[in-house]
């Protein structure tokens, strides 16, 4: 079970296992997918979520058990997408998606190493 701060975390999390079945969204990534269902989609296949090409690219992700990020513009606002394996007692445990939105003024900072 995921701990109570995701619940009302300011962004959508998607949880599923090993074989693309989504066990967890927290309340956001519930109403970003309402339309194609919320929280109906708990205990279905994530990959019948995706059309081609992205379910092509998620079953490769997740045989090869790979990170994948990018950015996408819906309805004017900015997101970023971060899908990741993710391992409990390093095994493979399945995918986890966050969907972020990116502000469109942010301030961006180059850290260097002291010295």
Request: charged content about 25%.
């Amino acid at each position: 079970m995921m701990p109570d701060w995701i619940l009302d975390f300011d962004g959508a999390v998607t949880v599923c296992d090993r074989d693309g079945i989504i066990l967890y969204m927290n309340e956001r990534a519930v109403r970003s997918f309402e339309r194609w269902g919320g929280r109906s989609l708990l205990g279905q296949s994530l990959i019948d979520c995706h059309p081609e090409p992205a379910r092509s690219k998620l079953l490769d992700l997740m045989e090869h058990r790979q990170k994948n990020v990018y950015t996408i513009e819906k309805a004017g606002v900015n997101k970023m997408i971060y899908q990741t394996p993710w391992f409990e007692g390093g095994e493979y445990a399945g995918f986890v998606e966050l969907s972020l939105e990116i502000p469109t003024e942010m301030p961006h900072f180059v850290r260097r190493p002291p010295g």
